[in-house]
């Protein structure tokens, strides 16, 4: 799998948009990109994934970089409760066992 | 739907004392995991199972053993417990298919002593 890299913390005023940025500069054309975050204490929570069109759900907005190289997750309207460690990995999909790392990540502060 | 279950949430053994942590999940799923995160290292994945009655190693298995006997339910044993071993245990689960959507348990706090 494609090794990521992401910012190790970030911080972000309540109701501004946050972008994440993680880079995967060597991804290969059928990895997907995958966000998941950990809120304080709780296990990780699957965000929103994408192969390289911008995708949309009710939590977020993956922007994917045409040469796939790079990509942000936006949080549209961060709020307090968005304070948490966010996770980029890449992945093919596949069965079976694949090596995922769920790195450091990046410390989101959302600041009232 | 309770999603996915750890029991305990919280435990303190003496090194040498064995245990078994409980994973369960009532959504059907074929796939279950279990991984440690510790200070710094992010998420380790220690043993995974694709499907019952079948079960692999991940990144760091030593010193752990596994059992999917049932679909909903992947066990975490601990043999022999060593301070090492301290950690936050997370037991995740997903359908089969490509898609990488785990569904993570609250985790359990062990403290080997």
């Known amino acids: 799998d494609a090794k990521t890299t992401q910012p190790t913390s970030m911080d972000c005023a309540e109701g501004r948009a946050a972008n994440l940025p993680c880079n995967h500069s060597t991804i290969s054309g059928n990895e997907y990109v995958y966000w998941y975050r950990q809120i304080h204490s709780q296990g990780p929570q699957y965000i929103i994934h994408?192969?390289?069109n911008n995708e949309t759900n009710e939590m977020a907005s993956l922007i994917i970089t045409e040469d796939r190289k790079s990509s942000t997750l936006i949080l549209p309207h961060a709020t307090l409760r968005d304070t948490a460690v966010y996770y980029c990995?890449?992945?093919?999909?596949?069965?079976?066992?694949?090596?995922?790392?769920f790195g450091i990540g990046t410390k989101l502060q959302v600041i009232p | 739907n309770a999603g996915v279950t750890q029991t305990p949430k919280f435990r303190v053994l003496k090194t040498g004392q064995s245990m078994t942590l409980l994973c369960a999940q009532d959504?059907?799923?074929?796939?279950m995991y279990w991984y440690r995160q510790d200070p710094g290292m992010g998420l380790r994945l220690i043993h995974y199972s694709v499907g019952e009655g079948t079960t692999a190693k991940g990144e760091v298995p030593d010193g752990y053993n596994v059992s999917r006997l049932k679909k909903q339910n992947f066990l975490l044993g601990l043999e022999s417990a060593a301070p090492s071993q301290t950690s936050v245990y997370f037991c995740?689960?997903?359908?089969?298919?490509?898609?990488?959507?785990?569904?993570f348990g609250p985790g359990t706090r062990l403290t080997v002593t």
């Open positions: 995740a689960s997903r359908p089969s298919g490509g898609s990488y959507e785990q569904y």
């Open positions: 959504m059907n799923h074929e796939y």
């Open positions: 994408g192969l390289k």
């Open positions: 990995i890449v992945r093919v999909h596949s069965g079976g066992y694949q090596k995922v790392t």
